[in-house]
């Protein structure tokens, strides 16, 4: 495996009993990118990111994550992958018994870190980097709106300072503002510290604001993985449906126009 790529998937087969979910998948995702992965409900999306995060194990191929062969990989060097692997699961997957700090601090504990000042200052670090502050590290989960929901499940995904960061559906749930602040948000991070990103999505902002790469799946094969302007030209038929029906090109044609007005 390149050293230049962080995820290296080759000819991923999957199958649950009969029923085929991925047929002959391949790519090379580069360190530093932003991919974002579109598909139909039932696609096999989540299921291929619970592959990279070593939650489910393909039928057949070779997956490879941050240079680890994942299916081959022993306990030790799963958990060394895991600590160099940041994860934001759909609904942020907070532990409702605890508070914001807690959440966040998990990581850190289950590494059996328990230097307390240190604790507190990797915590409020990330607190800060996710625009959340010490009052918001007492709340609990049920305290809080979708979009902190969201920041709190971010901070913990960065707590161990990952090279790879993985998402499900990271702004689903959240209305437009908060929707547009999180993006902001993340791309700033990317900026500030180069993680690279493997993202599910339907988000048409995401896919023009934020991502270096575009991935589709449909019909079990992944049928395009580029540049967006370059899946644009795809004719496949679901990319048809999916970047050019009237709200795609809206979204498209508004933001083209504010930025030619720029």
Request: aromatic share 6%; proline share 3%.
């Amino acid at each position: 495996m390149s050293q230049q790529h962080a995820i290296e998937l080759k000819h991923i087969w999957t199958y649950f009993g009969e029923q085929l979910v991925h047929q002959d998948i391949s790519l090379c995702l580069e360190k530093g990118e932003i991919l974002g992965l579109v598909g139909a409900s039932g696609s096999g999306k989540t299921t291929l990111l619970r592959e990279i995060i070593g939650l489910e194990t393909p039928s057949q191929g070779s997956l490879k994550v941050l240079s680890e062969q994942v299916q081959k990989a022993c306990t030790m060097e799963c958990r060394k992958r895991r600590n160099h692997t940041g994860v934001l699961f759909q609904n942020g997957a907070l532990f409702s018994a605890l508070n914001v700090f807690e959440n966040i601090a998990f990581p850190l504990r289950e590494l059996g870190i328990n230097n307390e000042p240190l604790v507190k200052q990797l915590v409020c670090m990330k607190l800060g980097m996710v625009g959340l502050n010490s009052y918001d590290a007492m709340r609990k989960p049920s305290e809080l709106s979708g979009g902190m929901v969201k920041r709190v499940a971010l901070a913990r995904a960065l707590i161990l300072e990952p090279e790879l960061l993985l998402l499900d559906e990271p702004t689903s749930g959240l209305d437009p503002i908060a929707s547009d602040d999180f993006v902001v948000l993340l791309q700033k991070l990317h900026q500030e510290l180069n993680f690279t990103v493997f993202m599910v999505t339907h988000d048409l902002h995401i896919l023009k604001d934020l991502c270096s790469k575009v991935g589709v799946l449909a019909e079990h094969q992944l049928v395009a993985f580029d540049t967006l302007d370059k899946v644009l030209n795809n004719k496949h038929p679901f990319i048809e449906q999916f970047f050019h029906n009237h709200r795609a090109q809206r979204i498209f044609n508004l933001q083209e126009t504010a930025h030619g007005e720029g």
